[in-house]
């Protein structure tokens, strides 16, 4: 039996993550090569990307800058092509990408609808079934999708994140039936957690932060180690009879008022 370190260890594996540039999915990167993995950085700036690499080089690990629009077949085949052609194998992939805010239902457009829908849930299931042979050839790996509590909350103005991340819910819980046993899908649902999107959002509406916190019983707001603490739970060893399966981590909410 492995000791609890053992367990959360990613040594000399291989992570890509999309949306690496800021946020959420640096932290996811960082905690990665923290734990001893090397790290594929996705996302379309390069200059944020690699300001990550530095830091994950300094940590002793390697670290590649890929970058790519997730909505573009091509750079997908790109992305894996020149982590196995550097790497060898992938092992963790954390699918990063997404967002959205409030919409009018009654002001939505048809196009604008579905953008929303196909920015949250394609490159998920695009960028899976592309990496799935990787991951088969190397043993086996953890997908991890970056959803939100958008998904499960009932809000006003929400229909169209809310269904987008609904329905990456539902495609990565069919994808843990379709990809096992070899593959493991799961699912993190963050709620607030101050980005700087976030950040500029609050400068703005300043009352919203005390919304937020009113409703969150552990009375602050997340930070992106929040679900990169997460994300390295599903990675690693430590969750290896868990697929499937949808993680919130929102400060103990069920609801967001406002």
Known sequence: MKNVPELFSLQDRVAVVTGA??????ACALAFAQAGADVVLAARTRT?????????RQLGRRALVVVVDTLREEDLDRLVTETTGEFGRIDILVNNVGGGGPNDPFDTSKEQFEQLLCWNVTPALLLTTRAAPAMRAAGGGSVINISSVA??????????????????????RNL???LAPAIRVNVIEPGPILTDALAGY???????????????????????EDIAAAALFFASDASSWITGK????EGGAEYLDG
């Open 176 to 178: 843990a039936h379709d």
């Open 202 to 224: 609050l400068e703005q509406v300043p009352e919203q932060r005390q919304r937020m916190l009113d409703v969150t019983p552990l009375g602050r707001l997340g930070q992106p």
């Open 48 to 56: 944020d990307l690699e300001e990550v690499a530095g830091a994950i």
């Open 21 to 26: 540039s800021k946020g959420i999915g640096r």
């Open 246 to 249: 949808i993680l919130s981590v």
């Open 151 to 172: 998904a499960r909350f009932a809000q006003k103005n929400f229909t169209a994140y809310g269904a987008a991340k609904a329905a990456l819910n539902q495609l990565s």
